[in-house]
């Protein structure tokens, strides 16, 4: 994308959002307050969201309010979805130190690196998370269990984030599906807390889903996992359209 014409798509995007631009860490990147038009009686907790415009990508986050008191309240779980639009091929991507650290350093083994590497650089770009630890450097007892695969601070917090996709090779992701993948995953997020040697104050399961339907199917799954496993864990959603590269295997 040349310069001019990433210029016209952020202008597209301030111009379809009214956001209250506010200073960056990050020098020209935007994050405001998107306000929708007011209704009769409305939640202001549920009708704000927020929007970050970078030079890589853009993320709007829905109810953000909400997301702000969940990621606060240590004691509580829940579920929040954000949309996550490319703006260029990951590999032009100009990558924080902190997710460049990510891509380079050993992990436990798996194959989903990209994935990894962009829900650092979206925490840290959109809310100003700061990596502390990557997956390797993460201590625990016992061993072998399940792991976290990043550490950050962010609203002054320790949060463990574990990534994951989403995602069905053939056909469309079902509740199912998407019951199974939550349960082990949340299930994993407890006992990585447990076994860990950093106090944490609370996790983030940051799934990617490849569309809006698959986003809305694991809404749908969440509701159905018991309290014990959702603990105090924060399921983050976010719908990566157009971005395969997310849910390649390398």
Known sequence: ??????????????????????????????????????????KVGRSLCSSYIGENFTVIVKECMRFTLLITDTNRHGIVCSNFRPLKAFGR???????EKMGLVPNAGGSSVISEVLSCEMLMR??????????????????????????????????????????KYRGDLTVEDATRLLNKKLAGVVQATRNCLD???????????????????????????????????????TVAENNAEIFWNR
């Open 1 to 42: 994308m040349t310069r001019r014409t990433e210029k016209h798509v952020r202008r597209v995007f301030v111009a379809t959002h009214i956001t209250t631009r506010l200073p960056s860490k990050h020098g020209n990147p935007t994050f405001g307050t998107n306000i929708p038009s007011a209704t009769p009686n409305a």
């Open 93 to 99: 991507m100009r990558l924080t130190a902190g997710a």
């Open 126 to 167: 959109a809310f100003g998370a700061k990596l502390m630890k990557t997956e390797m450097e993460v201590m625990y007892f016992p061993h072998g269990g399940s792991i976290t695969d990043y550490t950050c601070r962010v609203y002054n917090l320790t949060i463990g984030v574990s990534v994951t996709r989403a995602m």
């Open 199 to 237: 106090v944490l104050d609370r996790q983030i399961l940051h799934v990617w889903t490849m569309n809006k339907n698959s986003a809305n199917v694991v809404v749908q799954a969440y509701s159905r996992i018991a309290d014990d496993i959702k603990a105090n864990t924060l399921v983050l959603v």
